[in-house]
């Protein structure tokens, strides 16, 4: 009786010790740094941007370390169902179809979508004016799922990338006729830079639940709501504290929070 005593008990530490923040260990957070203004690599190899400074500000809230992990985008879920991460902080959209691989905490910023094009491009029906054009989606984005779903079928031609950064460089070049992305990644990271000089926004906001989500939020694993539980209330202390304010106002001159 008393092995099996002292077993329990070890088996109880042991599962103390793996708790994701519990006695200094690091929280492990996946992120694809290809997404400025978001989180992009500075000429030293650092990731910078509003996601990894957000991270960094939750984890001290959370009073535990975040350990960064980079991941193409697509790979991000498979990452961490696989337990190579235990969130995933990369402006990923909280959509019905992600709540059944992952659990979302409540969004820490929101933003539509929007279609880049030639400058002077008006587009009032997507479906029927894209038709036959080269639209550029990035891959396992929810913008790759509607263009699968709605676009496709309708007869535009949809080319998958692993960046956004890979879209912007066939865009100038003329190898796309246009890209559907977030409409503050397209606006600081493409349209506000040289190569996006002659592209402007085209076409309505992308906004229907089904494909665009409710938000953007941070995954963990399906039935992780103790770590789920402290990044909420660590999103909802910086609020109040001022720290997201702080951030938002480095990297955008508006509310990116949202209603």
Same mark, same amino acid.
């Given at each position: 009786?008393?092995?099996?005593?002292?077993?329990?008990?070890?088996?109880?530490?042991?599962?103390?010790?793996?708790?994701?923040?519990?006695?200094?260990? +690091?929280?492990?957070? &996946?992120?694809?740094?290809?997404?400025?203004?978001?989180?992009?690599?500075?000429?030293?190899?650092?990731?910078?941007?509003?996601?990894?400074?957000?991270?960094?500000?939750?984890?001290?809230?959370?009073?535990?370390?975040?350990?960064?992990?980079?991941?193409?985008? $697509?790979?991000?879920?498979?990452?961490?169902?696989?337990?190579?991460?235990?969130?995933?902080?990369?402006?990923?959209?909280?959509?019905?179809?992600?709540?059944?691989?992952?659990?979302?905490?409540?969004?820490?910023?929101?933003? +539509?979508?929007?279609?880049?094009?030639?400058?002077?491009?008006?587009?009032?029906?997507?479906?029927?004016?894209?038709?036959?054009?080269?639209?550029?989606?990035?891959?396992?984005?929810?913008?790759?799922?509607?263009?699968?779903?709605?676009?496709?079928?309708?007869?535009?031609?949809?080319?998958?990338?692993?960046?956004? @950064?890979?879209?912007?460089?066939?865009?100038?070049?003329?190898?796309?006729?246009?890209?559907?992305? $977030?409409?503050?990644?397209?606006?600081?990271?493409?349209?506000?830079?040289?190569?996006?000089?002659?592209?402007?926004?085209?076409?309505?906001?992308?906004?229907?639940?089904?494909?665009?989500?409710?938000?953007?939020?941070?995954?963990?694993?399906?039935? $992780?709501?103790?770590?789920?539980?402290?990044? @909420?209330?660590?999103?909802?202390?910086?609020?109040?504290? &001022?720290?997201?304010?702080?951030?938002?106002?480095?990297?955008? @001159?508006?509310?990116?929070?949202? @209603?």
């Amino acid at each position: 009786m008393k092995k099996l005593a002292l077993l329990g008990a070890m088996a109880l530490s042991i599962l103390s010790h793996a708790v994701v923040g519990a006695e200094g260990k +690091p929280v492990r957070i &996946g992120i694809e740094a290809a997404y400025p203004p978001f989180a992009s690599k500075a000429p030293d190899g650092s990731i910078v941007g509003f996601d990894y400074d957000i991270g960094n500000a939750l984890c001290a809230e959370m009073k535990v370390k975040c350990q960064w992990v980079e991941q193409e985008f $697509d790979g991000l879920i498979p990452a961490l169902k696989v337990r190579k991460i235990d969130a995933i902080l990369s402006s990923m959209s909280i959509t019905e179809e992600r709540k059944r691989s992952v659990e979302f905490t409540h969004k820490y910023y929101n933003s +539509p979508a929007k279609l880049v094009m030639k400058a002077g491009t008006d587009v009032k029906d997507v479906k029927t004016e894209l038709k036959g054009k080269n639209l550029g989606v990035q891959r396992g984005s929810i913008h790759d799922r509607f263009a699968t779903e709605v676009l496709e079928p309708a007869g535009v031609k949809v080319s998958r990338y692993a960046s956004q @950064n890979e879209i912007y460089l066939d865009l100038s070049a003329g190898r796309l006729d246009a890209t559907l992305a $977030d409409a503050t990644l397209l606006e600081d990271g493409f349209l506000k830079t040289d190569a996006g000089k002659g592209f402007a926004f085209a076409g309505p906001d992308f906004t229907d639940p089904k494909y665009f989500g409710e938000g953007i939020g941070i995954a963990v694993r399906k039935n $992780d709501t103790e770590l789920r539980d402290k990044l @909420n209330a660590a999103i909802d202390a910086i609020r109040a504290n &001022g720290t997201y304010k702080q951030i938002q106002d480095k990297y955008f @001159n508006f509310d990116i929070y949202g @209603n």
